[in-house]
Nanobody
Framework: QVQLVESGGGLVQAGGSLRLSCSAS????????MAWYRQAPGAQRELVAL???????NYANSVKGRFTISRDSAKNMVYLQMNSLKPEDTAVYFC????????????WGQGTQVTVSS
């Protein structure tokens, strides 16, 4: 059974930093793409960043240069380092994973709230 558990959200002032963590279980970690999504109130869920099993990364334009996604295969963990946070980064952040083969099922964590005050 695939399980994703996020942690690290909270309240921070604009310009501050947070690091989100996601623990994955029930998967062969190296064969899964790991990603972070976010959903602000009244908005659609959007991709923030993803990282493949080989370490390739992709970022939303809105977070490039400020956020960094990384993974630790020894611990089955994925991280999102968020720097220079802005009020518009306020959202619930979700950890996501899917197998690297096309059209694979995807799995979601429960989400963690990030609030950036101005």
């Amino acid at each position: 059974q695939v399980q994703l558990v996020e942690s690290g959200g909270g309240l921070v002032q604009a310009g501050g930093s947070l690091r989100l963590s996601c623990s994955a279980s029930g998967i062969i970690f190296s064969m899964y793409v790991m990603a972070w999504y976010r959903q602000a109130p009244g908005a659609q869920r959007e991709l923030v960043a993803l990282i493949t099993g080989g370490g390739s990364t992709n970022y939303a334009n809105s977070v490039k240069g400020r956020f960094t996604i990384s993974r630790d295969s020894a611990k089955n963990m994925v991280y999102l380092q968020m720097n220079s946070l802005k009020p518009e980064d306020t959202a619930v952040y979700f950890c996501n994973t899917r197998h690297m083969r096309p059209s694979a099922n995807e799995y979601w964590g429960q989400g963690t709230q990030v609030t950036v005050s101005s």
